[in-house]
């Protein structure tokens, strides 16, 4: 199976989670998600990680594997004062654009 980059899954030889960071013709590079280290993982040793698995690893639910949505959440958490606000209108209005969904809930 392949999986996007910026997906989030679980290496099931220890049951960790970890986000897919490249892909290779055999291996798929992933790491701790917030972490550098990289490591290689078979792909049938990965499964998807469920909304269960990013809640239980301290994910926010909407970081489900969007590049953007990391950026734009970055953006955000790094943002002060009115940039804040802008940040944060930027990231509901990827949300019902890019997702279909309205952001009430996500947060």
Known sequence: MTYRIGAYVVDTRDDRIAQVVGEGDTLVAVRQPGGEAVWEVPPSALRLATREDRN?????????????CVELDDAQQKAVGEDRSRAAAAVRMHWIVTHGVATEGHR
């Open 56 to 68: 239980a690893a301290g994910l926010r639910p909407y970081l489900s594997g969007c590049a953007e």
